[in-house]
T-cell receptor, first 113, second 117 residues
């Protein structure tokens, strides 16, 4: 029973490039959450999606960041024109329903050169 | 706005001893969930325990138990018979309970636990 799968584990980008982070939820889970963790900090909520719908994006920066969870395939967090401040660990979590605990992936560590 | 505060940046415990990690939170909601997550050096986030605010009984999970004081808005984690594998960052987290639905998680800054052999 595979857990939440995130890839890549590490991603290096130069300033101005695009970063795409992928998340495959646990089998049977249709709710996906994205969080960002800066060094020495706790995780900060970014966005909550269900299949083909964004439910809550109150934690997403207004520009350059977008997320999707298509009917088929993984959820994607996309960061356009990356800047140094985007360097962080990005975690995805999934749950079976909206009253079940969230289970986390191992995260993607994004480094911006 | 809801906030979660962990006042102990670092804690240390001797193997086989007991340690308690503190967490306080601030909310105007009456129903919510509280969590403790463990993050070892591998960086994986592992759910340790979950407490529903309307349940008075403290949650337990093997060697892990909580002391939930709703009036004081306190939610401490007790680890009994500490093991070397317990060494990790521990995050306290909160989410609103919307009629049974769990909202997004709000995390504290974490407590780094070291276990001495």
């Amino acid at each position: 029973n595979a857990g939440v799968m995130q890839n890549p584990r590490h991603l290096v980008r130069r300033r101005g490039q695009e970063a795409r982070l992928r998340c495959s939820p646990m089998k049977g889970h249709s709710h996906v959450y994205w969080y960002r963790q800066l060094p020495e900090e706790g995780l900060k909520f970014m966005v909550y999606l269900q299949k083909e719908n964004i439910i809550d994006e109150s934690g997403m920066p207004k520009e350059r960041f977008s997320a999707e969870f298509p009917k088929e395939g993984p959820s994607i967090l996309r960061i356009q024109q990356v800047v140094r401040g985007d360097s962080a660990a990005y975690f995805c979590a999934s749950s079976r329903s909206d009253n079940q605990p969230q289970h986390f992936g191992d995260g993607t560590r994004l480094s911006i050169l | 706005a809801q906030t979660v505060t962990q006042s102990q940046p670092e804690m240390s415990v001797q193997e086989a001893e007991t340690v308690t990690l503190s967490c306080t939170y601030d909310t105007s909601e009456s129903d919510y969930y509280l969590f403790w997550y463990k993050q070892p050096p591998s960086r994986q986030m592992i759910l340790v325990i979950r407490q529903e605010a309307y349940k008075q009984q403290n949650a337990t999970e093997n060697r892990f138990s909580v002391n939930f004081q709703k009036a004081a808005k306190s939610f401490s984690l007790k680890i009994s018979d500490s093991q070397l594998g317990d060494a990790a960052m521990y995050f306290c987290a909160y989410s609103v309970n919307y009629g049974g639905s769990q909202g997004n998680l709000i995390f504290g800054k974490g407590t780094k636990l070291s276990v001495k052999p």
